[in-house]
């Protein structure tokens, strides 16, 4: 039986595992120390790396890792990824024979430059799980590094234009800051006060908040509702005037660089 499984990493990171116990396949492995130790637990043998974006906390443990096991590396081909195998963009596949597993590959540029998803395809009961890394996050998404606002735009849009029950498996839990944010911007949202309900009952459990669903995201996260009359008019208080989709967008990312 495959499952997804999450790893703890740093204060709030997530590497997510794929298994079916024999054999496992790593996203965003930011250190090898927790991944070492969970695959020693399991007695599970790594069958590959998945990378989506070069920042330490998704890179820092992946030459160890592959070192110890020999493993392929698949990243992003437009960014410097540590002990890279497979350089990997959008229309690519790649298979895992392992898992009897393929993962399409989605260009989501905008948090870093070369930044992708891994994107699970096929008839696996684990088709419909998209790895996004920190581009989309629960409730929120990832900040501006090195892209513009219109690319971090398409490229939440291009997500959200995914299948509603798409499960998002994103690397940081940030959920309930998130969705803090988000009540300041749609104050009236009953499906957002669920959400934050449901959050805090998770958390409180010690329970991930994650994977959420596209679904769930277009209905709650206010960098998918830019065209939403009540965040629009929250902006209008807060002095925007245009009230283009990509200024709305660029208005609510630059208000939670410092919310
Ligand atoms: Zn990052
Ligand atoms: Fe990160």
Known sequence: ?????????????????????????VVDPGDAEPVLAWLDAHQSSLAAILCTHHHNDHTGGICELAQVYNVPVYGPRNEIIPCLSHAVSEGDSVEIAELNLSLKVLDISGHTGGHIAYLISGSTVLAGSVFCGDTLFGCGCGRLFEGTAKQLHHSLQRLAQLPDDTRVY???????????????CEPVNAQLKQRQVDARALRAKGQPTLPS??????????FLRCTEKEIISTLHKRGLTDNSELAVFTALREWKNHF
């Open 170 to 184: 994103c690397a940081h839990e940030y959920t309930e800051a998130n969705i803090r944010f988000a009540l300041a």
């Open 213 to 222: 669903t596209i679904s769930l995201e277009k209905s709650t996260n206010p």
């Open 1 to 25: 039986m495959l499952k997804i499984i999450p790893i703890s990493a740093f204060k709030d990171n997530y590497i997510w595992a794929l298994h079916d116990r024999q054999h496992t396949v």
